[in-house]
């Protein structure tokens, strides 16, 4: 699959919605690319009491139960389709999930594509702090 079909699937999953007065979902949107080769989506749930979890997570959460802790791309979207990186908590799940993860890329930019592994969203890991290199 190809980023622009990742993009566009990100975006066909996208369903913003509101469930209840305390939740909602399908604001943001995530793809990612296992490394086995198969893909998983996931979107956002928030809950007003705080336990809700990000489109990255969910997707992953998807990948794990799959077998799969590595993943090789991404694609996160946010409520308009536009693309959007994963937040802080998200960046560390997925580092925390495998190291090889450091080396996965995302889509951050669309035409022309361009995109970032997830080690340079997060330039000093919190494990290596106050280490010598």
């Not at 699959?1 to 566009?8: K, R, S």
């Amino acid at each position: 699959m190809t980023y622009e079909q990742m993009l566009a699937l990100a975006r066909e999953k996208l369903a913003p919605r509101q469930y209840g007065k305390y939740f909602s979902a399908g604001y943001v949107s995530a793809v990612l690319e296992g490394a086995n080769g198969k893909y998983y989506c996931g979107v956002n749930l928030d809950l007003a009491c705080g336990l809700g979890f990000c489109a990255e997570r969910n997707a992953a959460s998807s990948m794990v139960t799959d077998g799969e802790t590595v993943f090789r791309r991404a694609v996160c979207v946010g409520e308009d389709g536009s693309l959007m990186t994963p937040c802080g908590s998200c960046r560390e799940f997925l580092l925390q999930l495998s190291p090889e993860n450091a080396k996965a890329e995302f889509l951050v930019g669309a035409d022309p594509v361009e995109t970032m592994p997830l080690s340079a969203f997060m330039p000093l890991p919190w494990q290596t702090f106050g280490k010598e290199k």
